[in-house]
């Protein structure tokens, strides 16, 4: 098979891919044309069909095609000019092969994120998180299965995991060189600040929103999640429900970026940092890892908007 990442401009590529989007557009003189996503487990690529002839079988989105075509450039993004498509047949593909995944061991990775759990003082909090993460096994396993994201960051199978673990791990460092820090409250909030991704986004190799997640959001439905579990546990303090549930509105930091609150606790906001920070510092791995040019600049990031460079010299 010929992964998406080994892709350079002006390759003949032949082969099956997913189909993760599919739209029927005109162009500027009025012509229908397919604009597609396909998928790999190493990545996506944009794919155009401008010629829609016998040679374009049906398919849709969520299938499995095989596609003939050739690698361009465009806007400094590779992409796909196909001429050829039809759905590929069972035995002609692996689904392994179309579900990216953290290059981590994700037991490992779980194991030292409930390990936080032990390191909690306030008997509430902590019975709080061990209801969520150890005693419910099918949170567990989603958990460790899920992404953090359709497209932007860690948006791949164990990538909730991998995102949630740094982001607990800013926090830890951040907490005994700050003052007036209430430490449990924000290791807490930091491993369940994206809980709500769980019901946002689907499984793989889907991987995209749900109805949920278009209309709601994870960080509403995060937070009524949130609200049940401690509405189980016996005196759970008010004050520290709200405390709690803050955070977690408030941790993407601004109206415009879909925070209900701004963060008004210095614990929502290191949490607010520490997920931009481990979100924004992923987009730059990801821009020069997937860097296809012969210098050193990775071209314009538009998450990031800026243009990316390599510290080599």
């Known amino acids: 098979m010929r992964y998406l990442e080994d892709l350079r401009e002006g390759d003949a590529l032949v082969g099956h ?20 996503k396909l998928q790999d487990k190493t990545g996506t690529i944009d794919g155009k069909v401008w010629e829609l002839n016998h040679q374009i079988q049906n398919f849709e989105e969520g299938d499995f095609i095989k596609i003939d075509s050739l690698v361009l450039t465009y806007q400094n993004e590779l992409q796909l000019n196909i001429k050829k498509i039809r759905r590929s047949q069972e035995g002609e593909y692996n689904p392994a092969d179309y ?10 990775l779980y194991n030292q994120f409930t390990d936080y759990i032990k390191t909690i003082s306030n008997v509430h909090i902590r019975d709080l998180l061990e209801n969520i993460f ?10 460790k299965q899920h992404s953090a994201a359709r497209a932007m960051h860690h948006n791949y199978m164990g ?18 060189r700050c003052k007036y820090i209430n430490r449990d409250i924000l ?14 986004l689907s499984s793989f190799p889907e991987n995209d929103y749900t109805d949920e997640g278009q209309l709601i959001g994870h960080i509403v439905i995060g937070t009524e999640f949130i609200s049940s579990e401690m509405a189980k546990i016996t005196d759970f303090p008010e004050t520290l429900k709200i405390l709690l549930k803050h955070c977690i509105i408030g941790h993407h930091g601004e109206y415009e970026f879909g925070s209900p609150q701004l963060p008004k606790t210095i614990e929502a906001f ?13 987009m730059f791995e990801d821009a020069l890892q997937k860097n296809n040019t012969q210098g050193h600049w990775a071209g314009y990031q538009k998450p990031l908007l800026r243009n990316v460079r390599d510290s080599e010299f």
């Open 17 to 36: 891919y997913l189909c993760k989007q599919k739209q029927t557009l005109k162009s500027r003189a009025g012509k229908n044309y397919l604009s597609l």
């Open 99 to 108: 579900i990216p995944c953290t290059e981590k061991d994700i037991s490992l």
């Open 134 to 143: 150890v005693k419910n096994s099918d949170i567990a396993e989603k958990f």
């Open 159 to 176: 990538g909730l995991l991998e995102h949630s673990l740094s982001v607990v791990q800013i926090c830890d460092f951040m907490a005994p």
């Open 187 to 200: 290791i807490a909030s930091a491993m369940l600040h994206d809980i709500g991704k769980l019901w946002e």
């Open 270 to 282: 290191i949490l607010h940092c520490a997920d931009n920070t481990d979100a924004k510092i992923k």
